[in-house]
């Protein structure tokens, strides 16, 4: 049975791509590398992500036409290391079991 890759992995995958500033990277070269790794999203999906983590986490948008997006030249370091496919398995199961608690 293949395992589906559940929003929380796509993001956690998200903050790991996302250089430091002043290094950027664009919504579209972040599809694009999330396509790579087998994430099935729209643009408009991972735009939404961006927004979405930008509230959580120190990464910020320049603002520019198209938008680069890093990590704040001041965030923390985060180390967010890769997942194996059963660390993902039981994220996925976690998010899908237990946000009903």
């Known amino acids: 049975m293949p395992i589906t890759k559940s929003p929380l992995l ?3 995958h998200i903050l790991r791509l996302l250089p430091r500033y002043p290094r950027k990277l664009g919504i579209g ?3 694009e590398r999330l396509s790579g790794e087998g994430f099935a999203v729209d643009v408009r999906t991972v735009q939404r992500d961006l927004v979405e983590l930008s509230r959580e986490f120190a990464i910020v948008s320049d603002e520019g036409r198209p938008a680069g997006w890093s990590w704040h030249r001041d965030a ?3 180390n967010l290391p890769g997942l194996t496919a059963t660390q993902a398995l039981t994220f996925q199961l976690s998010e899908r079991y237990l946000s009903a608690l």
């Open 10 to 12: 796509r993001q956690w």
């Open 29 to 31: 070269a972040l599809h």
């Open 76 to 78: 923390p370091q985060v």
